[in-house]
């Protein structure tokens, strides 16, 4: 596959194809666990290492399984991934996967993993197929941080408390108060916050894609050129 393909997955997993801000894929874990980064952060890594390996696993077996039996192996390569996903974060970031709880193990059933397996891991060879998944987990990922970021600083005027459930407890400094209040908004920390902000995420992102497309058409029309009329006087003998 060619670098601009690359480039090209690369786009529509961030940008183009989003799974939280265009397919709208995975918005029941998005919406519920977001209400702070911490929360954000480990749930976006967990479904990237299930994305990434699904994609992994579906692509080198794509040439070996019927269509008959195509859909239940990768619901199974799925939920393997997500069982071992859910095992390491019982083994290290247990209060956690306390915290995510039922959300850890609902990724077994989360449209963008399956979709991608179908539409993208299943027709292509093994790195644009990882590829894919790490783009698409990103972009899915991101969102999930700027919500939890945004969520956690109107709720509680401060980013990246609890940093210690992922990272152990060197990341206990983390925390960042940018505002010295005693109550937030506490509507931004439950679930019609949640809502509220992913709508104007997704308002934002069409409006960039709005004033891109309207440079491009800008740049693509052709300039005409009138002609000029000039006024000549005199006799010519």
């Known amino acids: 596959m060619s670098t601009s393909s690359f480039a090209e997955i690369s786009r529509m997993g961030l940008w183009n194809k989003n ?13 519920a666990v977001t209400g702070s980064v911490v929360n954000a952060l480990g749930l976006g890594l967990a479904t990237m290492l299930v994305l990434v390996g699904s994609n992994l696993v579906v692509s080198l077996i794509r040439n070996h399984v019927t269509d008959v039996i195509r859909l239940p192996a990768f619901v199974m390569i799925i ?10 974060m019982k083994a290290y970031t247990y209060e956690l996967y306390l915290i995510l709880g039922l959300f850890i193990s609902l990724i077994v059933t989360n449209c963008t993993i399956l979709g991608r397996a179908e539409a993208f891991a299943s027709k292509n060879s093994v790195w644009p197929s990882v590829l894919d998944g790490f783009m698409m987990s990103l972009g899915f990922m991101a969102v999930l941080i ?3 970021a945004i969520r956690e600083f109107l709720g509680t005027g401060a980013l990246f408390a609890d940093m210690n459930l992922l990272f152990g ?7 960042i ?3 010295n209040i005693e109550s937030g908004m506490l509507v931004a920390i439950l679930p019609p916050g949640a809502f509220m902000v992913t709508g104007l995420l997704i308002a934002m992102k069409n409006i960039i894609d709005k004033q ?9 029309t052709p300039i005409q050129v009138g002609s000029r009329r000039v006024r000549t006087t005199g006799r010519i003998s």
């Not at 799974?19 to 919406?31: D, H, I, R």
């Open 177 to 179: 108060t940018l505002l």
């Open 79 to 88: 939920a393997a991934f997500t069982t071992c996903t859910e095992l390491l």
């Open 19 to 31: 799974p939280a801000l265009v397919q709208l894929l995975g918005l029941c874990p998005l919406l």
């Open 146 to 148: 700027v919500l939890g």
């Open 169 to 175: 407890e060197a990341a206990r400094s983390w925390k």
């Open 212 to 220: 891109i497309d309207d440079r491009q058409a800008a740049k693509a």
